[in-house]
């Protein structure tokens, strides 16, 4: 038997433990994926617990990602980006760190027929997903405007990502005309009606990824469709980082389509 987890305090609604058990199932892998809840002074101890127990990977939400590097062996991406949210056990070294949270948001973009080399992008949040999202996408080869309410934050990220730029919330109109992606990487818009971006700089050549999740529709992604956008609700980008990470512990392709039902019927 094979065991799974995620670390994060709190992890009580978690998703990933159904969307991981109906791979599992799916390919009748031996395998459980259970939720640890260690007090924030502890993940040193869990994280080297988990490998003296045999744990085969594990995944990592807030608020541990960034302690979570300083412990494993981080892979470049998850070193620039500056946070773990998946360690793979299974070498016989210090267990590697990865950051799926980027590979997620590419491929929801690629799985909806975008073409990322040579776009432009907007990304809209400069915190943890931002990061993510911004590495991403500069690395698949998109130029990228980052845009974020604290601006001074989005030129510091902009200086560290390849062909990107930072701005404020301010220029909205002007930077989104020209793009053909925009990711909202921002909180705004979670159990609320709000969107981080004016409905009328919205327009029908753009593809808008929210990697909001709560609610599925948000008002950014109702926006972009009345404009005529194409839309990506964040429930991909959530479930191509567990399908990443799955790929990732089992060496196996994930069985999306059944891993995307057993996400979507519990959102
Ligand atoms: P974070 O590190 O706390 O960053 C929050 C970001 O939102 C910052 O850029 C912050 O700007 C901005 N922000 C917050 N309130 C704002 C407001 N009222 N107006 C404008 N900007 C505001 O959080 P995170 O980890 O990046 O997560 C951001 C969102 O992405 C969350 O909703 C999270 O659930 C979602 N997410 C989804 C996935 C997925 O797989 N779908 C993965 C990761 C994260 P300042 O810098 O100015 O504070």
Known sequence: ??????????????????????????????????????????????IRGADALGIAGLNV???????????????????????????????????TGYNTDAVGALRALRDHDVDLEGSRAVVVGAGGAGRAVSFGLADAGATVAIANRTESKAHALADEVSRATGH??????????????????????????????????????????????TPIETRLLRDAAAAGATTIDGAWMLLYQGVEAFEIWTGRDAPVDVMNSALRSRL
Do not use: C, W
């Open 61 to 95: 939400t807030i608020p541990f990602k960034q302690d979570a590097l300083e412990i494993v062996a981080p892979e470049d991406l998850a070193t620039r980006i500056g946070a773990v949210n998946t360690i793979d056990f299974s070498g016989s070294g210090p267990p």
């Open 168 to 213: 404020g919330l301010g220029g909205m109109q002007r930077l989104v005309a020209d793009a053909d992606v925009l990711v909202n990487a921002t909180s705004v818009g979670m159990d609320s009606a709000e969107t981080p971006v004016p409905a009328d700089a919205l327009h029908d050549e753009l593809t808008v990824l929210d990697a909001v999740y």
């Open 1 to 46: 038997m094979d065991v799974y987890g995620l670390l994060g305090n709190p992890v009580g609604h978690s998703l990933s433990p159904p969307m991981h058990e109906a791979a599992y199932d799916e390919l009748g892998l031996e395998a459980r994926y259970v939720t640890f809840e260690p007090d924030e002074d502890d993940i040193d101890d869990a």
